[in-house]
């Protein structure tokens, strides 16, 4: 698994297409050949963009749930719901669907934010109302989230 690190902006222009801020284009210069997955956010109004090594990965634990099983098949759908195969173009671009487009309510301004293994491709707008914490104290969930974590015996984590 590669760690992509960085936020970054751009603009889109009128086709739709992102030109991939060099930094964050180093960092996928591993999976430039294979190309990319890019589909809706299950939680938020954004765009995940996968790389394909990090999608196949995805896919085997996906494919490992039960679909005689109808709460599994429902998840499959709607995870997989806009699914598109995607490239950076020559020029460092990506074109993002129309629907995909409409479903994370892209206008002019875009960021790229880095999750872990994907990036999350937002309206900027959008992106600073999710980050500025008015509907959630992050102290809190930092502590239910990793509070209880030591993997390590550094005390840290």
Request: aromatic content about 8%; proline content about 3%; hydrophobic content about 40%.
């Amino acid at each position: 698994m590669n760690t992509i690190v960085g936020t970054y902006e751009c603009k889109v222009d009128a086709k739709g297409r992102l030109m991939i801020p060099a930094p964050l284009k180093k960092q996928l210069a591993s999976s430039l050949q294979d190309g990319f997955v890019l589909k809706r956010s299950v939680f938020q109004p954004c765009l995940e963009l996968y790389p394909m090594d990090e999608w196949n990965l995805m896919m085997q634990k996906i494919n490992k749930l039960n679909r005689f099983v109808k709460k599994n098949n429902d998840f499959i759908r709607r995870f997989t719901a806009g699914v598109k195969i995607v490239e950076i173009d020559a020029l460092g671009r990506l074109l993002v669907p129309k629907d995909l487009v409409s479903f994370s309510n892209i206008s002019k301004d875009v960021v790229f934010s880095s999750a872990v293994n994907i990036v999350e491709i937002w309206d900027k707008d959008l992106y600073e109302k999710s980050i500025s914490g008015e509907d959630m104290d992050f102290a809190d969930l930092a502590e239910e989230v990793m509070g209880n974590i030591n993997d390590d015996d550094n005390g840290i984590s």
